[in-house]
């Protein structure tokens, strides 16, 4: 966004400029929700996987937008941020939907943050499915969020991961609104509500192959028992049954001074959780300590 004679100009974002970065990644992909996923277990054969086990052979288009809707101090994929300081590389939602190969069976939509640029991941899924469906193809709308987009968007993202066999996973990054204010200068009320109402509308009607999953990243002195414990508890009063990652912290952007998540700590947050959640499972086991 630019000022221009006192108004907002945007200049990514749309359906013509979409600021991105996007690349073919093969299957079966190390995303959180592989431990569900039809291109990596062959979860959903034959409807939503060409394969009853992991889709070799087949990618996943991974579409990194450039630009994100929270300004958080631990971000992992910080370097987004050169993306939107330049304004580019840009492409266009048709342009887009055009890397869909026959060997391509999803589209996960990541960053940064898709949240920022819906209009353009929306119209790119669209025409996407559309073409794959005159082709009798599979391909899966995936969804990497912090959920902060319109609830209108929020819906419609949701709709075309359960048509098509993808999933939304949703950072949930703290339970404590006053701690997510800290920690990525916005509140959670939002991810929170788009989360809730996704859940009730969407979750029981494909429950074999979860279309709502959620993660949260250990924090060492910030993320505790008590923040996943306040998660558990709201995502279990939509299903228990929903899939919940807790992901073990590695230092970067400028909480880059503190240690990774230790063993206990991702013990006692696993423990915590159970109570509440019957699918949790610790992710990035290689970096605890």
């Known amino acids: 966004m630019e000022n221009q004679e006192g108004k907002l100009r945007r200049h990514g974002g749309t359906l013509e400029k979409g600021i991105l970065q996007w690349y073919y990644d093969p299957l079966p992909t190390n995303c959180v929700s592989w431990w569900f996923c039809p291109g990596c277990t062959g979860a959903g054969y034959p409807k939503y996987a060409y394969e009853p086990k992991a889709e070799i052979g087949y990618s996943n288009l991974a579409v990194f937008y450039g630009s994100c809707s929270t300004d958080c101090l631990f971000c992992q994929n910080w370097h987004y941020r050169n993306l939107a300081q330049k304004r580019k590389p840009t492409i266009s939602a048709q342009q887009l939907a055009s890397k869909v190969n026959g060997k391509t ?46 609830p209108n968007y929020a819906q419609q993202a949701a709709e075309l991961s359960l048509k098509s066999g993808g999933n939304m996973k949703f950072d949930l990054k703290t339970w404590n609104e ?9 509140s959670n009320k939002a991810t929170l509500e788009n989360f809730q109402k996704i859940g009730k509308k969407h979750y029981n009607q494909r429950p074999e ?20 414990e306040g998660i558990a508890k709201f995502i279990a009063e939509i299903s228990p049954q929903i899939p919940y990652t807790l992901l073990a912290f590695y230092p970067a952007y400028i909480l880059n001074d503190l240690p990774t998540t230790s063993r206990k700590h991702a013990h006692n947050c696993y423990i915590t959780v159970k109570k509440h959640l019957s699918n949790v499972r610790i992710g990035n086991v290689h970096l605890l300590s």
């Open 105 to 150: 069976s999803c589209i996960c939509f990541f960053g940064g943050d898709p949240s920022t640029q819906m209009p353009h991941a929306l119209k790119t899924s669209q025409t996407a499915l559309r073409e794959a469906s005159d082709k009798n193809k599979i391909l899966r709308i995936c969804w990497e969020t912090n959920g902060r987009m319109r």
């Open 178 to 186: 006053n701690l997510n204010k800290v920690l990525c200068g916005t």
């Open 209 to 228: 192959l979860p279309i709502l999953t959620a993660s949260t990243l250990l924090i060492p002195g910030y993320v505790d028992t008590q923040e996943v």
